[in-house]
């Protein structure tokens, strides 16, 4: 709590509320209703939505503040500073870890009014738009010039750009376009003390440290993006989705690093458990049983004819078979489709998540089984299913649902389905996180798995926030106190 914004409520003299100098900036930016206040206090966290009264109120931001443009944010930055205020950046309220999510009187800055939207630049292929730009509405509006940014979330109809770089993103087409840091040219960011800072937009630049990946993925704690200059990419002239059904989960893991060997990269590769894959074998009307493999190739038409011919001969050599297109577009059509989260978690007692990690390809198998085991007796049901390939190793999604009578029975689950899976990613050498970030899921977890690198981002903090105003909380505890 800052003391200089609470420092007349309680005493019992005083009728009015604290003149505090971000009071001074027009009244349009600042919002204290407790319906807008309400709604700036959580994303999808699944925990946040399961708040006791007590948590509730801990969690109410002082206000909710909205600037328009750069400069206003550089001044309420500047403001804050002047009265050690903390503020919570927030984009679109898309996350699932608490990476948004404020403590009682803290300032919550939203970016929606951010959302400018430059023309697209179609000699050099980027376009440059405002963090709070709606991630659908940047797509839909370069896929009529033609264009797209080749980044595909789950939460794309959910999330604001600069959240997705916020929380260092990927998408389903990861390889193919790379996760956002490899789509970001550009960006402009404010520092706690209000300066703003501008990178260039460079194809590529070998002069020192590429220090503008300090600010993707540090989830609004090192600075405020208001701007982002991105990649764009022509729309593929074809498109093809297939699925595969293997014996089993490690002969479909066995195939796909085949795959990476042979330098053969599907847009799009995701294999499914048996379990998660039945809601896809309804789907298109598939008997259901055994591993499935989505395949997705974009491209001109040789290449993708080209591309699907050899997946499709490695897939039969690994004892897959296919399955046809349908059960491919099926899946295509319902990809933004994260309703299972809203519904599992329906209820007091009632939990439902995906933790995503990325381990090496020599534990792939291993870390599936293993967490599986550990996590099934404390689940109402469990899957999994394996996305974003790399030449080393590859992420893997855990997901869990909890249905329990007693609602503190199933927060001690839940929150050990949470330790579990971070432990023994940890003991398989995996990162805790693969895209969904840190927030408040991770935060304890975080210094382990850094380990002694953690002290390059302590001291870039201690430099930036040497207060620890921006997002407090969100990476590991006492950094900047």
């Known amino acids: 709590m800052c003391a200089s914004l609470f420092l007349f409520h309680n005493h019992p003299n005083m009728l009015t509320e604290p003149t505090l100098s971000i009071d001074s900036l027009p009244p349009e930016i600042i919002d204290r209703t ?284 690994h004892g897959g078979i296919s399955l046809g297109d349908g059960i491919g577009e099926a899946w295509e059509q319902h990809r933004y489709d994260a309703s299972w989260l809203e519904v599992g978690n329906d209820g007091a007692g009632k939990y439902a998540d995906a933790i995503e990690v990325a381990v090496a390809w020599s534990e792939l198998a291993p870390i599936y089984h293993a967490v599986t085991e550990a996590i099934r007796p404390l689940c109402a049901r469990t899957m999994a299913h394996y996305s974003h390939f790399y030449s080393t190793g590859g992420c893997l999604y855990f997901i869990l649902f909890i249905d329990e009578p007693d609602p503190e029975e199933a927060r001690r689950r839940y929150l050990e389905c949470w330790r579990l899976v971070m432990e023994i990613t940890a003991r398989h050498h995996g990162a805790l996180s693969h895209h969904h970030g840190v927030g408040r899921a991770r935060a304890a977890s975080l210094p382990a798995q850094w380990g002694s690198a953690l002290k390059v981002y302590e001291r870039v903090k201690q430099i930036l926030d040497p207060n620890n105003q921006l997002n407090p909380g969100k990476f590991p505890q006492g950094l900047s106190q």
């Open 34 to 317: 407790p319906e807008v206040r309400a709604f700036h206090s959580r994303d999808r966290w699944p925990l946040a939505a399961k708040r006791s009264p007590e948590e509730e109120a801990d969690a109410q931001p002082e206000a909710v503040l909205f600037p328009s443009n750069t400069r206003e944010v550089a001044r309420i930055m500047q403001l804050a500073t002047a009265e050690n205020l903390r503020v919570v950046p927030f984009g679109a309220g898309s996350g699932v870890v608490g990476a948004a999510v404020p403590s009682h009187g803290e300032l919550v800055m939203s970016l929606a009014r951010l959302n400018h939207h430059g023309e697209p630049d179609e000699t050099n292929l980027t376009v440059t738009v405002g963090a709070g730009l709606p991630a659908m509405e940047l797509e839909e509006s370069l896929n009529r010039r033609g264009y797209t940014l080749g980044h595909y979330p789950q939460s794309l109809p959910l999330a604001s750009v600069g959240g997705l770089v916020a929380t260092r993103s990927t998408g389903t087409f990861s390889n193919k376009y790379g996760g956002i840091e490899q789509l970001v040219l550009a960006l402009q960011a404010v520092l706690a003390d209000g300066t703003v800072i501008d990178y260039p937009h460079l194809p590529r630049a070998a002069m020192g440290p590429d220090t503008q990946q300090l600010f993707i993925g540090a989830e609004g704690t090192l600075g405020v993006i208001t701007s982002v200059t991105l990649r764009i990419f022509p729309l593929p002239e074809q498109r093809r989705f297939h699925g595969y059904r293997f014996p089993d989960i490690d002969s479909g893991l066995a195939c796909l690093q085949t795959f990476n060997r042979l330098h053969l990269r599907p847009a799009v590769l995701r294999l499914y458990d048996a379990e998660e894959a039945k809601g896809l074998y309804g789907r298109a009307n598939v008997d259901p049983g055994g591993a499935l493999l989505i395949t997705g190739h974009e491209g001109v038409g040789e290449m993708v004819a080209a591309e699907f011919q050899r997946t499709t001969a490695e897939v039969e050599r």
